[in-house]
Each structure stands twice: as structure tokens, then as C-alpha cells.
């Protein structure tokens, strides 16, 4: 055992990890404990096409243990758990992606700005890293009003204004966190094919239940 082997086994020693989700026992090198990761694993997976995107994956229902993921990450700042997200996402992912370019949904520059980060992108960043995908950030987003909490219908009758920043590549993973309505994701999927993007694939975290395939 070296010396940060001994470090971390005496840290264990006295402030025992915790799962970022339950807070329960959990593995040193772990962010979240065994019991989540199996309820993660079996929340439901699964793919269908979305009007105006094309093809779309996601890792798991929105709901009991990816909600609480979502939930953590976006509005607890627990950005390792953005990994987690991404692991998920890769499992639920077809074969045939490479050539790809990932492209995270932006998020709109107000809540971008207070949370100082953006959820979307770190999971794209953190599965491009993991799938050895070039990322790219050629989409930006008006302020816009608040999706979370509009009905659907509204959602869809006025989605934000998003446009092209700079090249975008010809074949596109649109990855976001959460896909409830396709509003965002058909705004963004309409920019990149307007700009050049001749392929494109999206992936989220969680889909919310409901009728039809729809994104936040």
C-alpha cells in the first residue's frame, strides 16, 4: 500500500464515503453506492424516434433514482455525478457512432450564468470523454422563458430560439439531460441541419413519462 492508499483507507477509516444520491455507505472510488447503481441500471433504457430530431436514446425514466440524479446534479452542484449520467447514457447507446461529434443542448445564459455551470454540457463533455468523441459548442440559446413547469402544449407552441455559432460537423450526437416535451431538442436539431449537419443522433439522461416521445 502506498502512501495515498494509506491516506484514502484512513479517510474511509473516519468519515466513511457516501453515496451522493442516498447517502448511504459507498465504495471509496464510487459516487454512488451499489443499490443505486442497480436501480440506475434497471429504470428503464430505451430509444424511439422524436418528430422534427430523428432517432433519440435515453438512459432511464424520469423518475425515483434518475430524478434524483437530475435533482442533485442540476440544483445540488454534485457535478461527479455528471460521469454517472454519462455511463448510463453510453449503455443505452447504439453502435455505429463513430465520426460523431457531440453537441450539448446550451442552456439558456441566465441560468447558466447563476448555477455557473450547465448540466447538459458536463454530461456531453463527460460522455465524449467516455465514448473518445470529439465535443463541439456551435449552438447558442435565447433567455427565453422558463420550460420547467409550462404544460406541454406550451412548451411547444413556444420554444426558445436557438442558432448556429459556429461550423457545425457533419455527424451530431445531441446530448441533454432531460427530454420531456422535444421543444428544445427540435429547436436545436432544426439549427444544426440548417447549418450542415447531415446525420443526426440524440441522447438524454432521463425521459419523461408521458404520452408520446418528447425534450426539456
Known amino acids: 500500500m502506498n502512501a495515498l492508499e494509506a491516506q484514502r483507507f484512513l479517510g474511509a477509516l473516519f468519515a466513511p464515503p457516501r453515496c451522493s444520491l442516498c447517502t448511504g455507505a459507498c465504495l471509496p472510488a464510487e459516487l454512488v453506492c451499489a443499490d443505486c447503481g442497480r436501480r440506475l441500471e434497471g429504470a428503464g433504457p430505451g430509444a424511439a ?3 422534427g430530431v430523428g432517432p433519440v436514446s435515453w438512459a432511464a425514466a ?8 437530475v435533482g442533485a446534479l442540476k440544483f445540488q452542484g454534485r457535478l461527479g455525478l455528471a460521469t454517472v449520467a454519462a455511463g448510463a447514457i453510453a449503455a ?9 461529434t457531440v ?3 446550451p442552456a439558456a445564459p441566465l441560468r447558466r450564468r447563476r448555477r455557473g455551470f450547465d448540466p447538459a454540457e458536463t454530461i456531453a463533455l463527460a460522455l465524449a ?3 473518445g468523441l470529439p465535443l463541439a459548442r456551435p449552438l447558442a440559446r ?3 422563458r422558463r420550460q420547467v413547469g ?8 413556444s420554444p426558445p430560439r436557438v442558432w448556429t455559432v459556429s461550423a457545425i460537423p457533419q455527424r451530431v450526437l445531441l446530448v441533454d439531460d432531460v427530454l420531456t416535451t422535444g421543444a428544445t431538442l427540435a429547436s436545436c436539431a432544426e439549427a444544426l441541419r440548417a447549418g450542415g449537419c447531415a446525420e443526426l ?3 438524454v439522461f432521463a425521459r419523461a413519462l408521458g404520452r408520446g416521445c418528447g425534450a426539456a
Open 49 to 51: 424516434p422524436l418528430p
Open 62 to 69: 424520469y423518475e425515483g433514482v434518475a430524478r434524483e440524479l
Open 92 to 100: 443505452a447507446l447504439p453502435a455505429g457512432l463513430d465520426g460523431s
Open 103 to 105: 453537441v450539448a443542448v
Open 129 to 131: 470523454d467516455r465514448l
Open 142 to 144: 435565447s433567455q427565453g
Open 150 to 157: 409550462r404544460r406541454r402544449a406550451e412548451r411547444r407552441r
Open 201 to 203: 443522433r440524440a441522447a
